[in-house]
């Protein structure tokens, strides 16, 4: 595929117009939509109105005037559709992290101390192995950890509380089957726990379709929230009034403004709100849930999925040909894949010079170190086109290729990320 | 005092300057800065700034470049002095009840199953006796509350791991002596945990002369971070390398970035930071604090603590010359007094009716249920004058005193808050 090639099919593409509804830097190929997503154009104007009338002008009467209060539920009820739930059933608040957390909790509290190991990978993202660490030691538990997908059905064991996995594999790209784990989970007497930090917005999520138990993710990555968004959190309807999650603050109360001494729980996800929603933060991730509403009328998951995937496999196969001994660590098979691409690089091609090099030429992709390094390319179709993968497969190549790479300005490892 | 007395009271305040830096509405007398602060005037456009350029233009690069990841140690270090406590000491993240919830599992892992029992009063903001049982019932042990603050010595037992107290009591606006209960407390073998949201920025605190344990607060009543900006914690540095916190997210790792599969804990304050920080919010707080700088310029903490006490002094002497009935809650002895004045009003005088009419007439507090029923007028001297005071007082007299409170739009409850 040439950049002729490319224009045609984003001549084509139902969803060419969504690019418009982002502030995208000049000049810039942004392919790194699964760590941070894009700037909704709309969202600078409804944060200010938010700062400047609903805080500025209407201080403390806006938690009912401008409808703050009900933000955690609002958000989540525009979320469900794309996590394949119901309104009522999502919530919108705090961290990825401390979200897992909670259900986590919970799920164990739901097995009654009968089964106290929780299970997940090796390479799920880490903070959701060091949640799992903290939890199963506040139950005397254990995290087991499969160091291949393959190995995870022999430790839905009689041991197993939790079936612990992040939907779409943070380094690899790889895709579970919900479907599957959670029926052999579940077989097995487990629950399934899902972190849909890289599926949510951006591949098919059926929670209730699959039975899962719980669910969370963020809402800063395809989503779009904005750096650090609040996350969301989802329990299936049939654990609501059996489960106790710990962080009990008040908004989680049945009835927090009668300023109770004892502690009771709201029905529903409801108990899952803690502290005081972060107002400015939520304003983000509201405007820019404008824009699903207007890929809803594009085709909706559909259509998003059908281009992710043209999108990622136009990559691979623009790598595969102009990118010598790179090897792609995302599968090849459609069903298996999110909406990222990761590669690694040969022996002797410092993989952060080369992600560093292509910064530098203003194509943004991201690099993890591990074993191995990876370099990795996220593809978010509300914005990305055919014409930034061909960007980006052209960069690559000459970065790799020229060995331009090998300068001092992209070896040093001076930054933080 | 009347309005000419209050100009003449204004006009030689060294702080007056400062009430420019915010941005209030016409016509609006806010007496509600202990509930949500008010909106400096930098904010918006350092808010736009983060939306435009730091996120829509810097993307993910900003983490670095914007110096995003070093926001809560930053902003930590800011609020530190105001505390009492030196930098490198203090972490702004996730919420109040999310980072008492921390500190008091880490002080009951401090006493190692030695003590279980946490002392508090029952009059404490429910989210902090929420969290606390939630917290005691992993700990397998009980929640004392103190009915009132003279019981609270006796309970200090054998069985006490841990003191926790909120500075400034939410309802009553009563300060407790942090020297002196931390002394008792630990004198006692417990731990001393202070929850500052009602004295941040508004009463003098200095933690480490008092060797307090722990504290928490909140960033967004009278340090004026905007609405559910995100709180702060802060650990005595003797109890560094001693604790474990449960919410073990990736930035309270030792080493993040090396996305390590073993959870370390990172040394000191740090190990408190658990999920990705909420970029937007923290900017509000960043902005509010500029504010804090220029008070420093013009007295500092002994500047506004001398007009807090004397706007809260005055409008307790206008309440009880001129509202028939009233009786106020809060401490006249101005050492134990905080920056609010809750007062109750005579039988068959409905307090809730009595804000909204106060609302109507442009004078913001708060109306707190309860027993007794409260209203509640907060000042906050980097906004709050003396002719906020008489036009307070004034609203308050003619509301009470002519019945107006008494129109079915002002006794209607149909409000959340």
Redesign the interface.
Known sequence: MNLDDAKRLDAADPLRSLRELF???EG?T?L?GN??G??PKA??ER??RA??Q????G??????SAG??DLPRRLGDRLAPWLGARPGEVLVA?????NL?KVLHAALQLQQGQRRVIVSE?SN???D???A???V??HGGELV?AETPEDIPALLDERCAVLMLTHVNYRSGRMHDMGLLTRWAQQAGALAVWDLAHSAGIVPVDLLGCAADFAIGCG?KYLNG??????FVWMHPRHEGQVFQ??????G?AH????????LPAPGIQQYQ?????????T?LDTALDVYDAAQQRGGMRALRAKSLALTEAFIAGVDARVPGAEIHTPRDAAARGSQVSLSLPEGVDGYAVMQAL?ARGV?G?F???VPELLRFGFAPLYNSFADVVQGVDALADVVTSGAWNAPEFTSRA???
């Not at 609903?54 to 002008?57: I, S, Y």
């Not at 705090?94 to 401390?98: G, L, M």
Request: charged content about 15%; aromatic content about 14%; proline content about 10%.
């Open positions: 502030a995208l830097p810039i942004y790194d760590s941070l894009a700037c969202t600078p944060i200010q700062v400047t609903e805080w500025a002008q201080l403390i009467k806006s938690w009912n703050w209060i705090d961290s990825t992290s401390i957390y090796r993202f880490p903070t192995n060091y949640i660490q903290s939890v030691r506040a950890l800063y904005g750096p650090g968004a609040p996350a710990p962080l009990t603050g008040w908004l109360h927090p403004f009668d300023f109770d001494s004892e502690y803690c502290g005081t929603p972060p107002v400015l933060a939520m983000g910064i943004i991201d993890r170190a591990g930054k933080v990320t």
